[in-house]
């Protein structure tokens, strides 16, 4: 109760309060979109430091031409969205703050077409629309440290930020919670129907990690399962979602094409 009387003060006090893209309900909200992006960035770099960016700039505009085409359709298209490809085997693909989504040469090779993409990059979009790592690092630090770093990204130096900024490019490969996975999962599978996509492709891939899961690869694959919800469980939500889909664009072809010197 303490903490909730806390927090509607802040709020008052804050100007924090606004209504959340995805679900429409009233919540706070410390950063603006400008805080938001500035560690975003931070983020973004201590990523690229420890995974290394793939030096294949037509793949990464490859990528970013779906991504925006997703980015065109989610619920905070006020944001300036970028997409890099990370040079390592891992499966994996994930979002930092502000827009910035990251997916990995292992994943890219793992996917069959461009709605498979558009599945993965669809999820992580949808977990910067509903600012779930906003919910990771106030779960980290707790509430008060939130509105040191939106102070310490408001301003000039942003040097105080290193330290959120590493702690969130590894939260990042973790996963962010059985629920919120859920919902990024129905975001991502949402937007990319409404970017034209056949919504099937998302399905499809979670099968082929669901294979993963049981073969040698199981070790890359655990960081990505940590705290993501049964596959099967995925799979049957998602395949929910998209039963009344009449297709829709896979492009398999253009999709080879993008990725062959993989
Ligand atoms: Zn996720």
């Known amino acids: 109760m303490r903490k909730l009387l806390f927090s509607l003060a802040a709020c008052a006090l804050l100007a924090g309060c606004a209504t959340n893209p995805v679900t429409g309900k009233r919540e706070f909200r410390i950063f603006s979109d400008k805080e938001e992006v500035a560690l975003g960035a931070k983020t973004r770099d201590s990523v690229i430091k420890q995974y290394g960016r793939r030096a294949d700039p037509v793949l990464e505009a490859y990528v970013a031409g779906v991504g925006r085409k997703l980015a065109a359709v989610c619920d905070r298209r006020e944001l300036d969205y970028s997409f890099y490809v990370l040079d390592t085997d891992m499966v994996n693909a994930f979002a930092a703050p502000g827009g910035y989504i990251f997916v990995t040469r292992g994943i890219l ?28 690092l106030e779960k980290q630090y707790g509430y008060q440290a939130l509105i040191n770093i939106a102070s310490i990204a408001a301003g000039k130096d942003l040097s105080g930020l290193q330290q959120y900024s590493d702690f969130l490019a590894g939260a ?21 129907m409404a970017a034209g996509y056949d919504p099937r492709g998302t399905a499809d891939f979670f099968r082929k990690l669901e294979k993963m899961e049981g073969g040698k690869k199981a070790n890359d694959l655990e960081k990505l399962f940590m705290s993501h919800p049964p ?23 253009g999709y080879a094409e993008a990725v062959k010197g993989l």
């Open 109 to 136: 090779k793992a996917m069959s077409d461009e709605s498979e993409l558009a599945g993965v990059l669809g999820h992580e979009i949808g977990h910067v629309t509903a600012r779930h790592s906003m919910k990771a």
């Open 172 to 192: 990042l490969l973790a996963g962010y919670g059985r629920d919120n996975e859920f919902q990024a999962d129905s975001l991502g599978a949402r937007y990319a």
């Open 231 to 253: 596959t099967k469980e995925r799979i049957k939500r998602v395949e929910a979602q998209s039963a009344s889909a009449a297709g829709g664009e896979r492009n398999p072809a």
